[in-house]
């Protein structure tokens, strides 16, 4: 697999990816500055190390019998203390140190130096993890501190609950939660919010390229969003009007000339009425004949691609080929289709229609038959029409969309009609969001791939 497939393939969802993986960065970064400061004994640490150089300050100044008072009075705010009075030097501490609370015995000993004390043991006691009292993050007991006094005089002061930096981490970790997914949120938001205009830009595409004469093909707004947004918009819809100008022009054009043609004709076609070789007035006849059909033909044609007269409406591909199958069985026509499950899609049901049809026809005309079968995948259906007959050149399975496109090897200009059957057909599948497609098959023949997207 490679790199850029792991990546999402929107924008939305890359600038989305972007924004929570600084997020996680920062996150994580706020986790080892935590961890960090957690580690360097925070604030237990720091009150730990003054309540006892406090205590032993005090107890100093004291005489041996006013201690065991002070001690009592001092045990508040998470501290045990007991009055040892004079215990012999050889006596054991029953604590554990590790790294933080060496940390936190040098630092109590620079305190009593001064004082003439000393600290006899720090560490956990026996309410820790023993075997892994070293491991960084092992679960610990309460701190517990041996002081002696200048004269001798020893007491113990103990944290009541344990402490390590994996619990204290534990307990913020809730909140972090909270505000990782908060922010992923707003990461979120923010990049559907940069992107959704772009969406809007596909889809407008798409709208105009489908029907680029309706009223309001793009619905862009060109009053909201970002200053480029609007600018963007802005040209959008002066392309599209320009588009529709030309389109109009041409359709005018158009008509101008087949109005201005049908004179004429009109005229000719009388005048040959006159002419007294019948052979040459035949000849003549069906000239005009075929000069007044190209012209419709050319209306036809450039209404049908600047025109949508016909709404859509919910359409069975399966009755339509089966429709299709009868009316050209009726007339001669050998067609054959395979069974296929309903496949309804939203159409222009006249249209879709003619342009099957024609493909058909051509199928039968060329092949002296035309098979056809319909697949249905999730998102599209493929409507697959096969003959055998000549086929197409290869280096033409495009040229023959062409308007007025006629092959003139095995499709001749007598039995090509006015070349304009696949030109209408595609126009037709692509506004409907589809495409046609042209192969030649292996065992000879041509097949017609028709594919449309599912309702």
């Known amino acids: 697999m490679s790199r850029l497939t792991l990546l999402p393939r929107s924008i939305a969802g890359r600038t989305t990816l972007l924004l929570m993986a600084g997020v996680l960065l920062v996150t994580v970064a706020g986790i080892a500055v935590l961890a960090l400061t957690l580690l360097g004994g925070g604030d237990l640490g720091v009150s730990f190390v003054d309540r006892v150089a406090t205590l032993a300050a005090v107890a100093e100044r004291l005489p041996p019998g006013d201690r065991a008072a002070a001690f009592a009075g001092a045990e508040r705010g998470g501290f045990q203390v007991r009055d040892l009075g004079s215990v012999e030097p050889t006596s054991a501490v029953p604590v554990f140190p590790d790294w933080f609370t060496d940390r936190m015995r040098a630092e109590l000993q620079r305190e009593l130096v001064p004082l003439g004390a000393r600290v006899v043991a720090l560490g956990h006691t026996m309410g820790g993890d023993v075997a892994g009292a070293a491991h960084l993050w092992a679960p610990h007991g309460p701190i517990l501190a041996r002081i002696e006094l200048g004269d001798g005089a020893r007491f113990d002061v103990e944290t009541r609950d344990g402490w390590s930096p994996l619990a204290a981490l534990t307990r913020l970790a809730p909140v972090l939660l909270v505000v990782g997914l908060g922010l992923a949120g707003l990461a979120a938001l923010a990049a559907r919010r940069v992107t959704r205009p772009l969406g809007h830009f596909a889809t407008a595409a798409a709208r105009l390229g489908a029907d680029p004469l309706a009223a309001n093909p793009s619905q862009l707004d060109e009053t909201r969003g970002p200053s480029e947004i609007r600018a963007a918009a802005h040209a959008f819809e002066g392309m599209r009007a320009r588009i529709r100008r030309l389109l109009e022009?041409?359709?005018?054009?158009?008509?101008?000339?087949?109005?201005?043609?049908?004179?004429?004709?009109?005229?000719?076609?009388?005048?040959?009425?006159?002419?007294?070789?019948?052979?040459?007035?035949?000849?003549?006849?069906?000239?005009?004949?075929?000069?007044?059909?190209?012209?419709?033909?050319?209306?036809?044609?450039?209404?049908?691609?600047?025109?949508?007269?016909?709404?859509?409406?919910?359409?069975?591909?399966?009755?339509?080929?089966?429709?299709?199958?009868?009316?050209?069985?009726?007339?001669?026509?050998?067609?054959?289709?395979?069974?296929?499950?309903?496949?309804?899609?939203?159409?222009?049901?006249?249209?879709?229609?003619?342009?099957?049809?024609?493909?058909?026809?051509?199928?039968?005309?060329?092949?002296?038959?035309?098979?056809?079968?319909?697949?249905?995948?999730?998102?599209?259906?493929?409507?697959?029409?096969?003959?055998?007959?000549?086929?197409?050149?290869?280096?033409?399975?495009?040229?023959?969309?062409?308007?007025?496109?006629?092959?003139?090897?095995?499709?001749?200009?007598?039995?090509?009609?006015?070349?304009?059957?696949?030109?209408?057909?595609?126009?037709?599948?692509?506004?409907?969001?589809?495409?046609?497609?042209?192969?030649?098959?292996?065992?000879?023949?041509?097949?017609?791939?028709?594919?449309?997207?599912?309702?």
């Open 249 to 455: 022009d041409r359709m005018q054009m158009l008509a101008a000339v087949s109005h201005d043609l049908r004179t004429p004709i009109t005229r000719l076609r009388l005048r040959a009425e006159f002419v007294e070789d019948e052979s040459e007035r035949a000849k003549m006849l069906k000239d005009l004949e075929e000069m007044e059909a190209t012209i419709h033909a050319a209306i036809a044609f450039a209404r049908e691609e600047t025109a949508d007269v016909e709404p859509r409406a919910p359409l069975d591909l399966v009755q339509l080929l089966e429709e299709i199958r009868a009316e050209l069985t009726d007339i001669g026509g050998t067609v054959r289709i395979a069974p296929a499950q309903a496949a309804p899609i939203e159409a222009r049901p006249l249209a879709m229609k003619r342009a099957l049809r024609n493909l058909v026809e051509n199928a039968v005309k060329y092949g002296g038959a035309a098979e056809m079968r319909l697949e249905q995948g999730p998102t599209k259906y493929t409507v697959t029409i096969e003959d055998g007959g000549p086929g197409i050149p290869e280096d033409e399975l495009e040229t023959v969309f062409r308007p007025f496109y006629r092959l003139e090897r095995s499709r001749s200009r007598e039995t090509g009609g006015t070349g304009l059957g696949l030109a209408v057909a595609r126009a037709v599948v692509r506004e409907h969001g589809g495409e046609i497609m042209l192969a030649n098959r292996p065992e000879g023949g041509l097949r017609q791939a028709v594919v449309l997207p599912r309702a």
